[in-house]
């Protein structure tokens, strides 16, 4: 792979930046696996500009691999202002967005892509997954805009670009963003063998560690969990995304929602997001065995749980099941939603 012929202070700084993340690790009594040493020295050198043929990163490998605190440390090491830190939703939601508001107008997805970039130099896009057919095939082009922009991409996945929307209906859709990815990145696989999460080295998340699955998620729990019952007179329709959103009720800092309202009818990932802005916490009732229920009704679910995890706001189940009985099959990105499901306390009370 060619290198930029660095001087003193490149290296000095890739140098710098590469010994960060062992003090980070150090700081929470581990130490870089292998795989996580490959990715460091990767990140390092984004960072610090040495590397011109690939002017990204992407992360890949399983749940708990340290793949997003990889890429947070680095950005925890640039200077102020020159870094976008975005969970690929929200980024493709921007987009979305920022085109739409120059509906009728020349170049609208120039000007959301400037929106989205700002005075960056340096964007962790954060689970690119790329569920969404449309989102795909946007981001691909998002993608392609950045090195034009002097922008260095660090992007993290479970998934391998090829893994990307694997399904056979959809799977050509993402070919353009596969190609991007390999044109603009570096792609690393992050696959140790220790889930680094489940040993309390994710990171701190004080909002989503606060949560809860309560089953069967009485009102005795719910008051446990310093939350009240919504009364019936608490219904509510909310507006959310421009369109109304049946809730339980609105109680202090708290939305409560049902499973059916939420998931079960035909709301966004935007939905979720918006959600996350106005509240700190989501109470979300009535959760069944998501195999009992279709496709895309497990797919909101995942998405409020991804959209929750990464904006750190407190989410509360009530359920009948237990999580591990409501994960139970035919669950996309089963791995990663017990991974930060498992954070949640369970209060399950004998029956």
């Given at each position: 792979m060619a290198q930029r012929t660095a001087g003193r202070g490149g290296q000095h700084r890739r140098d710098q930046l590469r010994g960060a993340f062992d003090a980070a690790a150090a700081a929470m009594g581990s130490h870089l696996d292998p795989e996580q040493r490959t990715a460091a020295d990767r990140l390092a050198d984004l960072g610090a500009g040495l590397d011109d043929s690939t002017p990204g990163v992407y992360l890949h490998g399983p749940v708990g691999r340290g793949k997003t605190w990889l890429a947070d440390v680095l950005l925890s090491q640039l200077p102020e202002g020159t870094s976008t830190r975005l969970h690929a939703y929200d980024a493709a939601r921007q987009l979305h967005r920022g085109i739409a508001r120059r509906s009728g107008g020349r170049g609208g997805l120039e000007a959301a892509i400037d929106d989205v970039v700002g005075g960056a130099t340096v964007l962790l896009l954060d689970e690119l997954h790329a569920h969404d057919p449309g989102d795909a095939m946007l981001l691909s082009r998002f993608l392609r805009a950045l090195p034009p922009r002097g922008v260095r991409l660090v992007a993290t996945s479970n998934f391998a670009p090829e893994g990307l929307l694997p399904g056979p209906q959809h799977h050509h859709l993402v070919l353009p963003l596969i190609s991007a990815l390999r044109e603009t990145c570096a792609v690393v696989e992050v696959a140790g063998p220790v889930d680094h999460r489940a040993l309390g080295?994710?990171?701190?998340?004080?909002?989503?560690?606060?949560?809860?699955?309560?089953?069967?998620?009485?009102?005795?729990?719910?008051?446990?969990?310093?939350?009240?019952?919504?009364?019936?007179?608490?219904?509510?329709?909310?507006?959310?995304?421009?369109?109304?959103?049946?809730?339980?009720g609105v109680v202090g800092e708290a939305v409560h929602l049902h499973f059916d309202d939420l998931c079960g009818a035909p709301t966004s990932t935007g939905d979720a997001l918006e959600l996350s802005e106005r509240?700190?916490?989501?109470?979300?009732?009535?959760?069944?065995?998501?195999?009992?229920?279709?496709?895309?009704?497990?797919?909101?679910?995942?998405?409020?749980?991804?959209?929750?995890?990464?904006?750190?706001?407190?989410?509360?189940?009530?359920?009948?099941?237990?999580?591990?009985?409501?994960?139970?099959?035919?669950?996309?990105?089963?791995?990663?939603?017990?991974?930060?499901?498992?954070?949640?306390?369970?209060?399950?009370?004998?029956?």
């Open positions: 080295h994710g990171g701190a998340r004080p909002g989503w560690s606060s949560g809860a699955w309560l089953g069967p998620g009485s009102a005795a729990q719910l008051a446990a969990a310093g939350l009240a019952e919504p009364a019936p007179g608490d219904r509510v329709v909310l507006q959310v995304g421009g369109r109304p959103l049946r809730a339980l509240f700190r916490t989501l109470v979300l009732a009535g959760v069944p065995a998501l195999s009992s229920v279709g496709e895309q009704a497990r797919r909101r679910f995942a998405d409020l749980v991804d959209v929750c995890w990464d904006r750190d706001v407190r989410l509360v189940v009530r359920s009948a099941v237990a999580a591990e009985e409501a994960l139970d099959a035919g669950v996309r990105d089963r791995e990663r939603l017990v991974s930060r499901l498992s954070l949640l306390r369970a209060d399950a009370p004998a029956r």
